[in-house]
């Protein structure tokens, strides 16, 4: 119950403060929470040393405090979202190569796009959705169903089709089969299943959903990002889809096609650390 009511706090005044004020008492609360936040500013900490082994502490410290600030944007700009209405969208957000899109849902077996949990993923998914694309996205499940029930209903208003994480494999093969689009997030493994790829030089499971989707139906993989700007306005990057020719090892395939859009995950990555929220650690230590 704790948590719902701190959401709909946030709602409300996300919805009744100035959007600069509102980004203001959120990096207040994040600051202070940020202070005794000992377990999280140690996994982030450890994650910018891996992708920036020769960055200084004090270095590493800006770049970690810099996210957590960015994390309590994006908050708010996910409570907000009742605001955003396909006239407005395109003053918050500039959309780059929305071509490769719409010449890959010309082929009819729909779209793969795959992101990360970088800069604001959610508005990327209600932006396409708003845009006139029919779009689903798998949603991790919050542990309140209360607060999970909160998340979908801001993500479905705005048209996004939420996929449960338990039955995600048959929904998006289905919209998939509809020439639809499913986003999935390629940085982070939500289930027993990965597969185990060097991440700027280290071990850790990524998703094999995207590539064991695009084998199985021929969908094409388009990686997109949606980057915030200084100003606090926003950018939706859609990359070249990648191209892939099976060989008919399916195990090999996955390897192959999951390591040619983690290049691209990796490359955003490292240009934009400040933006990218990986609280938890994220390599693995002993295989």
């Not at 597969?195 to 280290?202: E, K, M, N, S």
């Not at 990359?239 to 983690?262: N, R, V």
């Amino acid at each position: 119950m704790i948590y719902y009511l701190i959401y709909k706090i946030g709602v409300f005044i996300a919805l009744h403060l100035p959007l600069k004020w509102a980004y203001r008492v959120a990096i207040f609360f994040s600051d202070l929470h940020y202070i005794f936040a000992n377990k999280d500013r140690a996994n982030i900490a450890a994650n910018l040393k891996a992708i920036f082994p020769k960055k200084s502490i004090s270095e590493i410290r800006a770049i970690r405090l810099a996210m957590t600030r960015n994390f309590a944007k994006y908050l708010v700009d996910f409570f907000r979202f009742s605001l955003l209405e396909k006239d407005n969208i395109k003053s918050v957000v500039d959309v780059v190569n929305i071509n490769y899109v719409q010449e890959a849902l010309s082929k009819g077996k729909g779209i793969i796009a795959v992101t990360a949990h970088i800069g604001n993923w959610e508005l990327a998914g209600v932006t396409v959705a708003l845009l006139g694309y029919p779009i689903g996205a798998v949603a991790l499940p919050h542990r309140h169903k209360r607060v999970d029930n909160f998340f979908n209903y801001q993500r479905k208003r705005k048209g996004l089709i939420v996929i449960p994480l338990g039955h995600a494999a048959r929904h998006c093969l289905n919209l998939l089969r509809e020439n639809k689009i499913i986003a999935l997030a390629g940085d982070r493994v939500f289930n027993a299943t990965g597969i185990l790829l060097d991440f700027f030089g280290l071990p850790t499971y990524l998703p094999q959903g995207p590539a064991a989707f695009s084998i199985k139906t021929g969908a094409s993989i388009i990686p997109g990002f949606m980057i915030r700007n200084p100003n606090d306005t926003f950018k939706l990057i859609f990359e070249k889809p990648i191209e892939f020719s099976p060989s008919g090892d399916k195990a090999q395939d996955k390897i192959e096609l999951t390591s040619k859009y983690k290049t691209i995950i990796e490359d955003y990555i490292r240009r934009y650390p400040e933006q990218w929220f990986m609280f938890r650690k994220f390599w693995v230590d002993k295989l």
